[in-house]
């Protein structure tokens, strides 16, 4: 089992960047797939950007793809996601997720997650 605390958000403009961590507990962290989802108000949660247990291998929403990179450092039991060029559709609760050995695009393939964290883009 692994529990997650994201941090990070925050408001800014249009043009600037944050980067948000998620931190997770445990020993084993290096053997989960981590995501990252979002979810603004009156909308579905969606995803953002995934990174394998390995790390090799990663992948995004075409919305995000060139703007946001996801990381992770495993000896820090941790997840970034870095996001650039924010656009006020950026605006929404960004949620990190877990799941064992693999990972996923699809919010109902993960079974841990933190409680999320507010980004705030203003025009």
């Known amino acids: 089992q692994v529990q997650l605390v994201e941090s990070g958000g925050g408001l800014v403009q249009a043009g600037d960047s944050l980067r948000l961590s998620c931190a997770a507990s445990?020993?084993?962290?290096?053997?989960?797939?981590m995501g990252w989802f979002r979810q603004a108000p009156g909308k579905e949660r969606e995803f953002v950007a995934a990174?394998?247990?390995?790390?090799?291998?990663?992948y995004y929403a075409d919305s995000v793809k060139g703007r946001f990179t996801i990381s992770r450092d495993n000896a820090k039991n941790t997840v970034y996601l870095q996001m650039n060029s924010l656009k006020p559709e950026d605006t929404a609760g960004y949620y990190c997720?877990?799941?064992?050995?693999?990972?996923?695009?699809?919010?109902?393939?993960?079974?841990?997650w933190g409680q999320g964290t507010q980004v705030t883009v203003s025009s």
């Open positions: 445990g020993r084993t962290f290096n053997k989960y797939g």
């Open positions: 997720a877990a799941r064992f050995r693999s990972d996923s695009y699809y919010v109902y393939d993960y079974p841990y």
């Open positions: 990174i394998s247990w390995t790390g090799g291998t990663t």
